[in-house]
């Protein structure tokens, strides 16, 4: 059994040494991983317009998500649809989460080229958008 415990420290040490690891990662706060505090996390909301068919909004869909292959700034990129028993959509569908190191990072997102392509190309389709930005922290 000692040897065991032994094993796991070796294990554990090993894994801090090298960087960490996944199974390794310390928790600050429930829920909030180290890594992901600080870092700022770009809100984006969009309502479309009447008669924006399911074939525009799939496109949308997949070409913001294909940013994050194109800009290195963006570390990680996630979507959804609303899905919220509560009235209080204001007719928004779609919410985007994209994370980034830095605000330097985001602001150098918003005028790159593949962010802007993105916007000429589906912004006919797009009613409103709503955006909130944040560093991400705990309690």
């Known amino acids: ?12 040490v090993a894994g801090l040494l090298l960087g960490g690891c996944a199974c390794c990662e310390v928790e600050e706060e ?5 890594s992901a505090l600080g870092k700022v996390r770009h809100v984006v909301m969009f309502k479309f317009k009447d ?11 997949r070409d913001f998500a294909g ?7 963006i570390v990680d990129f996630e979507f959804g649809t609303n899905n919220s028993p509560e009235p209080h959509s204001k ?4 919410c985007f ?14 005028p790159h080229p593949a962010h802007k392509d ?14 909130l930005d944040y560093v991400a922290r705990a309690k």
Do not use: W
């Open 1 to 12: 059994m000692t040897k065991l415990f032994l094993m796991m420290g070796m294990v554990g």
């Open 30 to 34: 429930e829920g909030h991983s180290m």
């Open 51 to 61: 008669g924006t068919t399911k074939e525009q909004i799939a496109a949308c869909e």
């Open 67 to 73: 940013l994050k292959g194109k800009i290195p700034f």
């Open 91 to 94: 007719g928004y569908t779609h």
């Open 97 to 110: 989460l994209v994370t980034f190191n830095t605000e330097k990072d985001r602001d150098a997102y918003l």
């Open 118 to 131: 993105f916007v000429k190309a589906h912004g006919p389709i797009i009613g409103e958008v709503h955006v």
